[in-house]
Structure formats: structure tokens, C-alpha cells
């Protein structure tokens, strides 16, 4: 039974990240603005475990209204992103901390992996808890 809890924690934890992400990439794509960034520098995060850390990228990039943002990215990377790379990031005009790199992977495919497993390890937890299926030994 506590399998079954687990999967459906995950499970949930997928869903509300993957239509938070959803929603964010809709957002930046309906009323966002592109710009050409380069990477300033990157942070590291050693995280948890024994597989190494990530970096997170920090941009620098120029708005329409001639602004210089400088503002770390909320999707890290490992191997680093070599600074002073040349990118495309789309970004938020009323708020141009609020930026990503424009990738449609990012932006739309990701989030959507993201809800579909979600609820695809829903249904397969239920399934288990209600004792339909019988892949978890007990």
C-alpha cells in the first residue's frame, strides 16, 4: 500500500508542475518578447544525491524599452552552458525577470510530458490501490 502512495504523490507532484509549467510557457508565448541573451554566468547548485549538481544559467539580455536584464533561468543544465553562448530567450514585458529560453521543447513539449505522466501514474496508482492490477508486490 505504501507503493501505491508514493506513485500517487509523484504522480500529483507531476501534474501541478507540469500545468504550472504549462501555464508559464502559454503565457510567455502569447504576450512575451523575444530577445537575443547571451550567458552571463552560471550558478551551481550542488543538489541532492550522488549525481553532481546543475548549473542554472544567468542571462543578460536587452528589453524593447532598452533595459539591461540580467536574471537567472529556472531550468538548469549539466553539463554548464558555456558562457558567453548566444541565445534566443523570450521574456515577459511587464515583468522582464520572467524569462526562458525560447524553446519549444521547453516551453511546450516538457510541461505537457510532464501532466501526461502525471496522469498516467494517477490512474496506474489507483489501479493499484484499488487492487485492479497487481504489478506491486506487496
Given at each position: 500500500?505504501n507503493?501505491?502512495?508514493?506513485?500517487?504523490?509523484?504522480?500529483?507532484?507531476?501534474?501541478?508542475?507540469g500545468?504550472?509549467?504549462?501555464?508559464k510557457?502559454n503565457?510567455?508565448?502569447a504576450?512575451?518578447?523575444?530577445?537575443k541573451?547571451?550567458?552571463?554566468?552560471?550558478?551551481?547548485?550542488?543538489?541532492?544525491?550522488?549525481?553532481?549538481g546543475?548549473?542554472?544559467?544567468?542571462?543578460r539580455?536587452?528589453?524593447?524599452?532598452q533595459?539591461?536584464?540580467t536574471?537567472?533561468?529556472?531550468?538548469?543544465?549539466?553539463?554548464a552552458?558555456?558562457?558567453?553562448t548566444?541565445l534566443?530567450?523570450i521574456?515577459?514585458?511587464?515583468d522582464?525577470?520572467?524569462?526562458?529560453?525560447?524553446?519549444?521543447?521547453?516551453?511546450?513539449v516538457?510541461?505537457?510530458l510532464?501532466?501526461?505522466?502525471?496522469?498516467?501514474?494517477?490512474?496506474?496508482?489507483?489501479?493499484?490501490?484499488?487492487?485492479?492490477?497487481?504489478?506491486?508486490?506487496?
Open positions: 500500500m507503493a501505491e502512495l508514493v506513485i500517487l504523490a509523484i504522480s500529483l507532484v507531476l501534474i501541478v508542475v500545468v504550472l509549467l504549462w501555464q510557457g503565457h510567455l508565448l504576450t512575451g518578447k523575444k530577445a541573451a547571451i550567458i552571463f554566468k552560471n550558478n551551481y547548485n550542488a543538489g541532492v544525491g550522488r549525481g553532481g546543475t548549473y542554472y544559467p544567468v542571462v539580455f536587452l528589453t524593447d524599452k533595459e539591461w536584464i536574471q537567472e533561468l529556472s531550468v538548469g543544465y549539466n553539463p552552458i558555456e558562457e558567453g548566444e534566443e530567450v521574456y515577459d514585458p511587464h522582464p525577470t520572467t524569462v526562458e529560453i525560447n524553446s519549444s521543447f521547453q516551453l511546450e516538457l510541461p505537457r510532464l501532466f501526461v505522466l502525471g496522469v498516467c501514474g494517477l490512474v496506474f496508482g489507483f489501479l493499484e490501490l484499488l487492487e485492479i492490477t497487481q504489478f506491486i508486490a506487496d
